[in-house]
Structure formats: C-alpha cells, structure tokens
C-alpha cells in the first residue's frame, strides 16, 4: 500500500517537472511570439532591437492553454532549431504534421474516428478545390482548438466555438486570401434570406446547414457545395428536427422526457418554433376545441329543428 | 321594418375589418408554424414566419387606434361592467341561450343605445380586448425581439415561458373567436349582426 503512494507521488512530482519545464520551454518562445513587440540582441550594432511580431505569427498563451494539445511544446510540432533567432530561412520549408500522423490507428482516439473525419474531409468543397493546400489546420488552430461538442456544457458556447472556426477564415480577407485570389463573400448578405440571421448564427453550427449528418462521425466535415445546403426551415423547425440528430445528438440522452415537451433538450437555453410543443398542452387544447365545437353545432341544430317547428 | 340604432361607429368597423382580416393570418399562420411538420405544408415555414410577423405588428397598431378611440369617444360606456349583480345578469344570459332561445323569449339584455352588449358579450369583450390581446401583443413583441427577453426565470427558460403564454393566449383568443363569430348569428336574424359590423346600424329584433 505504502509503495503505491509512492510511487504515485514520484509520478506526480515528475509529470510536476515535465509541466513545468513544458511552460519554460514554452516561454522561450512565448517571450517573442505571444508578444505585441518582441526584442533581440543585435550581435552587428551591439543594440537591443525592438520590432513589432507579424500579428500572424502572434500565438495567444492563454487560448493555447485551454486547448487539446496544452501539454504540448512548440517544439514538439516545430523543429527545435526554431530555438536560434533568427530562425534559419529553411526552417519555413519545414513539412507540417497533420492531425492523422499522430492520431490515426490510435486506440485512445479511436471514438473520435479519425479516419472517418479525414475520408470525408476530403469529399468537402474546400479540399476538392483546393487538394493539400487545404488541411486540417484551416479550421483547426494548432495553438487553440478546443473541443467544442464533445465536452462544452451550453449550446451557445458549442456554436460560438465551432462558427469561430469557420468565420475566422470566411470573415477574414487575410486568411481567407491565403486560399484564393478572391474576397469572401459578406455572409449577412448570403444569408439575409434567414430572418434572425444573427439570432440563428448564434443558436445554430455553421455545419448544421453545411453539411448532412454522418453517423459514423460526432461532425460530419463533408461541407456540401453551397446548393446542396439546408435551406428548408422545416428541416429543423418541426418535431423530427435535423438537430436533435447533430448539435443536440449529445443532449438528447439525457434529455428530460418527462418534462412532456418534444424535444425537450433544445429547452435547456432556448425554444424553437415548431420543435418544442407540450404534448399534455396540445391535448388540452384539441380536446377543448372539439368540445366547443360540438357545443355550438348541436345549439345550432337545435335552433334550426325547434325554431322552424315552431 | 325593424328600428336601427347606428351603433357601430366608421372607426370601430375599420379597426374591426382590419383586425378580424389579419388576426385570421395570424391564426392560421400561427396553426401552421406551431405544428410545422415536412411532409404536411399548411402555410411553408419562411412565408408562415414573414406573415405571422407582418400580421402581428399590423395588429398591434391597429390595437393603438382602437385604444386611442376608445378613450376619446363614448363607445367605451358599452365596456363599463357593473360588477353588481354580475354574477345573476350572466346566469340570466346563459340561461336565455340555452332554453330561452328556444322557447322563443324575449332577450333579457336588449341591444339599446346605451348598452349595445348582453353581459356575456360585455365580459368576453373586455376580456379579449383588455386582458387577452395586451398578453398577446407584449409576448408576441417579445419573440420579435428575442435577445430582450431575460433567459431564465426560475429554471425555466425565458422564451419558452413567452412562447408558451403566446400561443395560450392565442388559443383562449380563437376560442373566443368561434364563439363570437357563432352568437353574431343569433341576431335578428342569421346575418343581421355581421351586416350591423359592416354598415353600422344595428337590427332591433
Ligand atoms: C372573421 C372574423 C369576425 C367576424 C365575422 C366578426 C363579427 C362581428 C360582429 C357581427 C360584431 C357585432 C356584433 C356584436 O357586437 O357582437 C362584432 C363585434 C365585435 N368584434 Fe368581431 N368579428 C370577427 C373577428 C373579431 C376578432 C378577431 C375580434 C378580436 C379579437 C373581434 C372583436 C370584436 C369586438 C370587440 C366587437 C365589439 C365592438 C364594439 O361594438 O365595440 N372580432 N364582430
């Protein structure tokens, strides 16, 4: 007994110093490239120079914290030769690794399937125009993805999160120009047929419309072409909404049923025309309806039979 | 030829026919979003939405003008309830409909000058006009405006509470809505009233 306690605190106090020499790794980095401006000797003057980060190259410590990849150093994706400033010009050659190089065949990532991600990725829009140019970092950023449906609590955050990754680009002539020689459409106005639009930009996922359930995969990444996209309201707005199957997959499980509404999970943070009716109330009022109406017709039967007769 | 009384003022029928044309939009549009279903198209969702929506603010403005004369003009005497004896007037009234009609009394409540409704008619009246529609309008203004609405009230959310007292009180007011339309036959006769809320004059029986 006393021999596992210590060797669980060995192994604390390791992964303590594994963290930490990470972040000091990190910061050695970090000190130029989470900066606004960063600062070098200048071995040919003997000055110290001081020059503004290229916004691009500029990486937010506290977003990279919070991602997937948080335990991670720079240099375990970057080569370490990054650590000379300047960094050599051949360094910018440097192949990339992509998700599947460490995540395919892996058993403790197999319920994310990646290769199922991958497959249809490369059936998407972006890949088929784009071939390689187009990978998994476009939307995925290598110093801030978080999962966003598998683990978030709240709607709101998951759609945030997941639009995030598309409007970064879409809503971004500089990133969006990385891509093609064209600028991004204004997407208020490709969408201005949806009423709400903001509304519904914050309460639904980009995907949700872009692209068609995969039951083999949490998210599908199969974008459709732009005509193939849902436009139908009542593809999620009635009581067999598409949602229940992609954004709210998740919640449905546990979802209250005993509350007596259709589909009571979207209830949590919201109400959706047409998807969320009381059953018991429905009752009610269909009952009460009829009764009315049988009501009323058999006083107007009745005035017109005793009525006339008389 | 009966005796006419002009009870039923221009501003009265014009907010009268434009209410009634509207809330039936509003009815079936709303029938139609609040069972909206892919395989069974009442009204499609985007025009039921846009109509619901145009519909709804026609109304609300034509509630203003209706309110706006209502306090300038004296058809408000015919909304004052005598809460005295209430209770006895309405039994009297509900007892006239369902054996006195028969038997071919007299109404007990006459349309006059003066008061123009029977009690019954008096107290849905005001219901409708000063309890269900304000409820109506200020949740229906509410869904316009979404982000207004306060996201939770004691664990529920704030929507759904504003969606569901819409559609409630749309429903009470459909309701009332068959059974006004079925008492405005018991006139002088079948149609007498409905040419009253057209032309003004209202048939003594
Ligand atoms: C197709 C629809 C409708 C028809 C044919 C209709 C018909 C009539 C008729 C015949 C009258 C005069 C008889 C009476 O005073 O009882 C009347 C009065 C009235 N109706 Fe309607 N109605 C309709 C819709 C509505 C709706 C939707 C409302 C409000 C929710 C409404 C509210 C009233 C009120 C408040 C009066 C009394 C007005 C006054 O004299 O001050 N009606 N209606």
């Known amino acids: 007994m006393k021999q596992r306690y210590k060797f669980t605190w060995l192994l604390i106090m390791l992964l303590g110093l594994f963290v930490h020499s990470q972040a000091q790794q990190n910061q050695q980095c970090l000190k130029c490239h989470g900066q606004v401006f960063y600062q070098y000797d200048n071995e040919w003057t003997g000055q110290v120079d001081k020059r503004p980060m290229n916004p691009f190259y500029h990486i937010d410590s506290v977003k990279m914290h919070t991602s997937v990849h948080k335990e991670f150093s720079c240099t375990d994706c970057h080569s370490p030769d990054y650590e000379t400033f300047p960094h050599s010009g051949e360094l910018r050659m440097e192949e990339k690794y992509a998700c599947i190089d460490c995540h395919g065949g892996d058993e403790n990532f197999a319920k994310y399937n990646f290769e199922g991600i991958e497959e249809a990725f490369m059936e998407s829009v972006h890949f088929k125009a784009n071939d390689e140019k187009f990978n998994c970092w476009m939307c995925h950023d290598p110093h801030g993805y978080q999962l966003a449906l598998r683990s978030q609590e709240s709607i709101k955050d998951v759609v945030s999160l997941s639009n995030q990754m598309c409007l970064d680009c879409h809503d971004n002539k500089f990133k969006y120009g990385l891509i093609s020689d064209e600028m991004p459409k204004d997407l208020m106005e490709t969408h201005a047929w949806l009423p709400n639009q903001a509304n519904h930009f914050t309460k639904v996922r980009c995907v949700d419309c872009h692209t068609q359930v995969q039951s083999d995969i949490l998210v599908s990444h199969k974008i459709l072409a732009k005509e193939e996209a849902l436009r139908n309201c009542v593809q999620c707005h009635s009581t067999n909404s598409v949602l229940m199957e992609s954004l709210y997959s998740h919640k449905v499980r546990e979802s209250r049923e005993e509350s007596g509404f259709i589909n009571a999970a979207i209830l949590n943070e919201g109400y959706m025309i047409g998807a969320n009716r009381n059953v018991v109330l429905n009752y009610v009022s269909v009952i009460l309806f009829g009764l009315l109406i049988i009501g009323l017709l058999i006083h107007l039967i009745l005035r017109f039979t005793i009525l006339k007769k008389k | ?205």
């Open chain 2, 1 to 205: 030829m009966s005796e006419k009384l002009f009870l039923y003022p221009t501003w009265l029928r014009v907010w009268h026919a434009i209410n009634a044309v509207f809330f039936l939009v509003l009815l079936l549009t709303g029938i139609s979003m609040q069972y909206s279903n892919p395989n069974w198209v009442l009204v499609p969702f985007d025009i039921a939405v846009a109509s619901h929506n145009i519909s709804g603010v026609v109304i609300l403005i034509a509630y203003f003008f209706y309110l706006f004369f209502f306090i300038t003009t004296g058809n408000k005497r015919h909304y004052k309830i005598e809460f005295k004896g209430l209770m006895g007037r309405v039994i009297t009234q509900v007892r006239y409909y369902v054996f006195g009609v028969f038997k071919k009394e007299e109404a007990p409540f006459p349309t006059s000058w003066n008061m123009k409704f029977n009690p019954l008619q008096q107290l849905t009246y005001v219901l409708v006009m000063f309890v269900l529609y304000p409820i109506l309008i200020a949740t229906g203004v509410a869904l316009l405006f979404p982000e207004l609405i306060i996201d939770n009230f004691f664990g529920i959310g704030g929507t759904l509470l504003t969606a569901l007292l819409h559609a409630s009180a749309g429903f009470l007011t459909s309701m009332f809505l068959i059974i006004h339309l079925y008492f405005a036959t018991m006139g002088a006769t079948f149609f007498a009233n409905f040419k009253s809320i057209i032309n003004g004059y209202h048939e003594v029986h």
